[in-house]
């Protein structure tokens, strides 16, 4: 049987701000909850990891890997949306910048981007061919993919039959685990 561990990367300095695809690295506190979360996963028997390329997820899925003997293989795939001229900001900033344009993405998302950054729709079709061809990829096996909070919430939305608000509940912890067996291709 399949099983793919989904897990979110570890904390870093840029919690709290729209952190897609900027490239911090981890924390004092993300580096405990990576030794927490390779403590966790011990005899788990993980036969491959794999990564969004982003610095905080390849730092988590790099000592998880090395933890149990496997190499860590990269996707850019995995990645967070991209927040456009939104990266790296608190959402004070935002609304300070363009109030108007933040009120109409607020009542608008999924369908409007933030400026200059990815569609919804464009972000949720790179994540589901990607966690598809994973699944295949790695049909029989147990392994585990490092990513980020936005991609999880995809998964459990869209193929795990998740509400919205049971997917951000899920997602809101650092180094939190997603179990997912098998694929609706």
Partial sequence: ???ILFIRHAETDSAGTFCG???PDVNSVGHEQIEALVASLRGKHLQAVY???LFRARTTAEALARSVGVTCRLSPALREIDFGE???LTWDE???RDRTYAERWVEEFPSLPTPGGETFEAFRSRVLAEVKALARLTAGRRVAVVTHAGVLRIILQ???GETEAAAWEKTKEYCCLV???GVNA
Avoid: A, N, V
Wanted: charged content about 30%.
């Fill in 1 to 3: 049987m399949t099983e």
């Fill in 51 to 53: 990564s969004s390329d």
């Fill in 94 to 96: 935002i609304w300070k």
């Fill in 158 to 160: 869209d193929l795990l």
């Fill in 86 to 88: 939104w990266e790296g």
């Fill in 179 to 181: 179990p997912y067996h």
């Fill in 21 to 23: 695809q900027s490239d």
